[in-house]
């Protein structure tokens, strides 16, 4: 048992569960009895309280990031240094990250990566103006609320103490994809790192892949400071020009030729919204004047010193897992930002996300379109004239070509008509070509070449003594081979001497995260990853390995691991169940579950607002809450993305006892006989 979980910090936040860990701080999900509010509680770690040097920069950066106050930034509401703990109270976020979200998406439409950047950019203005500089900007950072609004998280907060590390190591892989050439290198830096951050963040989105890959952070760091990124529109041909423009030019290399502050990026990026088909030619416009003082970006911030990054940052900070239904939710914030545009004259007219307008036509039920042809029986069918289609190529060889293999949203729900829906087409028989072979060939030029024979290429760094960096060591497949045409192509890159031969260690049967670790500990980072819907392990086990346990490869080198997506196994959603305010009764709660009596239990309100609940399934299961016989909370549980989705929930009130009446005094002189206590008779 946790040994925080049911104690209450300062007599005031009541700690209910741990959400997760990272380096320096367990993060803690409590209710705050004085605000009626959830928070989170950053608890530091014991190990960490007696370094002296390491506590007095927590402290100070932890009152620093206290004074930001904006909408996309994640609140501080207190923080507490006593002798025996140190935390601090910050804004319960409920939602996913946007490295989750962009990994359920894969390519996010531009006007959506655009909606996203603004607001990172706007919390970044808001910083930066303060002389804070983030460092440590990427995807695991920025929470996605169900609004679909962005905030951002671990201001500066998250860094090991200088003495801990003076280099670049494994521990920051989770970063070292997004930092700044100058952050690589370990120089001095300012809020230009922030946009180059930024910069990364953009080009992920807009083409469903980091610009830089390699086996460890090392390699990462020698390609964010060497190596040129593949251009946006190679990878997704739907990118407009002046887009991939701003994404490149926030990437630059030289700090004095990015964007000069986050400011000047948002301006660029509003005047591409309203003119799609603008370009800038930044490379004609540099700065020199800018370029020539190193100086001056030396001395950026309002002459608050730079923070020094031979630091590395926290992982990521634990969220919420709630958040299934933030792209339909962002389509109508969006769809409403259109409306008022309009009104006011049709600036802000620059996007349907997924869907387009929201209009207020009938809802209709989702057919099953899994199974079927789409080309001879879905796509120009009139009988699914409701719906737009957005393909997504598969490649199931035992299905038969352009058969649906699944459909995003499912079968059987309602929607309205006009919705997008996502069909995983299967790609089957195409034309079949040969792969070149690219063995020491420069990146680019490999790339090209693969590329123009249909397939789709993928950089991966791969350590090699004999080919020098950022030439074609080989691909998989491999030259010669027949593909057909759309395979993906890994073109294996090289990053240098591999350093020494380590032993992969035996991860089977171990969850995502612990192989990580354990992987990291062994001088070895994480491959690819494919999920396996069969297995009945839980969610996240580790069912097999890429090379196996026990084998010996290159320290740095990458392994593969084919983990339970734990569709197949049972899971256990817990609800807080919100009661009913202004009620200071109890009230008898009866739980059903797909119409089966699942609990009954007696609540106060007045007590506590929130009545836990727990239930373990698979699938999707109907939930009902009842008090005092009545129909209080309808919902669904989805054991898959373990969570609840409330369908309706009445407003509830306790009835108001009538008056018991005062008898008249009796005149009766008894001779009827006596009356029967408690009621009262007239004449």
Do not use: C
């Not at 006007?111 to 500089?133: C, D, M, P, S």
């Not at 020539?292 to 630091?311: F, H, K, M, T």
């Not at 670790?517 to 999920?531: C, I």
């Amino acid at each position: 048992m946790d040994k925080y979980i049911g104690k209450r910090l300062d007599g005031r936040y009541e700690i209910h569960e741990l959400l997760g860990q990272g380096g320096m701080a367990y993060v803690y999900r409590a209710y705050d009895r004085i605000e009626n509010r959830w928070v989170a509680i950053k608890i530091l770690k014991e190990e960490l309280s007696n370094n002296s040097d390491f506590l007095r920069r927590f402290r100070n950066e932890s009152k620093a990031i206290a004074v930001l106050s904006h909408p996309n930034i994640v609140k501080v509401y207190d923080v507490s240094f006593g002798d025996r703990i140190q935390y601090i109270v910050m804004e319960y976020v409920d939602g996913i990250t946007l490295k989750q979200y962009i990994e359920q998406q894969g390519e996010i439409k531009w006007r959506e990566a655009l909606y996203f950047t603004v607001q990172i950019l706007q919390a970044l203005q808001h910083a930066h103006e303060r002389g804070i500089i983030h460092r440590d900007i990427k995807p695991q950072n920025i929470m996605v609320l169900e609004d679909g609004s962005i905030k951002v998280m671990d201001f500066g907060i998250a860094r090991f103490t200088q003495a801990e590390t003076q280099t670049m190591t494994d521990k920051a892989i989770g970063s070292v994809h997004y930092i700044a050439p100058e952050q690589a290198r370990g120089g001095h830096i300012n809020d230009k790192a922030d946009i180059y951050s930024v910069g990364v963040m953009l080009y992920e989105m807009l083409t469903g892949q980091l610009p830089f890959v390699a086996d460890n952070a090392v390699s990462v760091a020698i390609m964010q400071m060497q190596a040129d990124p593949i251009p946006p529109t190679r990878i997704n041909p739907a990118i407009p020009k002046g887009l991939e423009e701003i994404t490149m030019h926030a990437m630059e290399k030289n700090p004095a030729q990015r964007f000069p502050s986050a400011a000047d990026m948002l301006e660029d990026i509003e005047r591409f919204r309203r003119n799609p088909e603008m370009v800038f030619n930044y490379g004609d416009q540099v700065d020199h004047a800018y370029a020539r003082s190193s100086n001056i970006y030396d001395n950026v911030g309002g002459g608050q010193q730079a923070y020094n990054d031979n630091y590395e940052y926290e992982e990521e900070y634990v969220r919420s897992k709630n958040g299934a239904k933030v792209s339909m939710v962002v389509t109508g914030i969006v769809a409403a930002v259109i409306v008022v545009g309009l009104v006011v004259g049709g600036i802000f007219l620059w996007g349907y996300f997924q869907n387009g307008f929201n209009d207020e036509t009938d809802e209709v039920i989702l057919p099953n379109f899994e199974g079927k042809i789409y080309e001879t029986e879905i796509k120009d069918n009139p009988e699914y004239a409701d719906f737009e289609f957005e393909i997504v190529e598969g490649n199931v060889p035992s299905k038969a070509p352009g058969e649906v293999l699944s459909q995003t949203p499912k079968a059987g729900m309602a929607v309205k008509k006009g919705k997008t829906i996502t069909l995983t087409v299967n790609g089957g028989s195409l034309e079949e070509v040969v792969v070149e072979d690219v063995a020491g060939d420069k990146q680019q030029e490999a790339y090209d070449k693969l590329e123009a024979l249909g397939l789709k290429p993928k950089i991966q760094a791969i350590a090699d003594e004999e080919t020098a960096v950022g030439y074609v060591v080989r691909t998989d497949p491999a030259a010669g081979a027949t593909v057909t045409a759309g395979t993906s192509i890994t073109i294996f890159v090289s990053s240098g001497p591999a350093t020494e031969q380590v032993q992969v260690p035996n991860v089977v049967g171990s969850s995502l995260s612990a192989a990580e670790s354990d992987l990291s500990a062994n001088g070895l980072v994480r491959g690819s990853v494919t999920y396996d819907d069969e297995s009945d392990q839980p969610e996240g086990t580790v069912l097999s390995t890429n090379p196996e346990s026990g084998e010996k490869v290159d320290k740095g080198s990458a392994v593969d691991m084919v983990v339970s997506s734990g569709k197949g196994a049972e899971k256990t959603v817990h609800y807080d169940i919100p009661l009913p305010s202004g009620v200071s009764e109890d009230l008898e709660m009866r739980i059903y579950v797909d119409g089966e009596l699942y609990d009954t239990r007696v609540v106060n309100p007045s007590v506590s607002p929130y009545s836990g609940a727990e239930f373990t399934g698979t699938g999707r299961s109907s939930l009902t809450v009842r008090l005092n016989g009545e129909d209080y909370i309808t919902a669904e549980i989805n054991y898959e993305t373990e969570s609840i989705e409330v369908l309706s929930q009445v407003s509830f009130a306790t009835p108001t006892p009538e008056p018991t009446p005062t008898p008249e005094p009796s005149t009766d002189s008894g001779d009827e006989g006596d009356t029967p206590s408690g009621q009262i008779t007239t004449h």
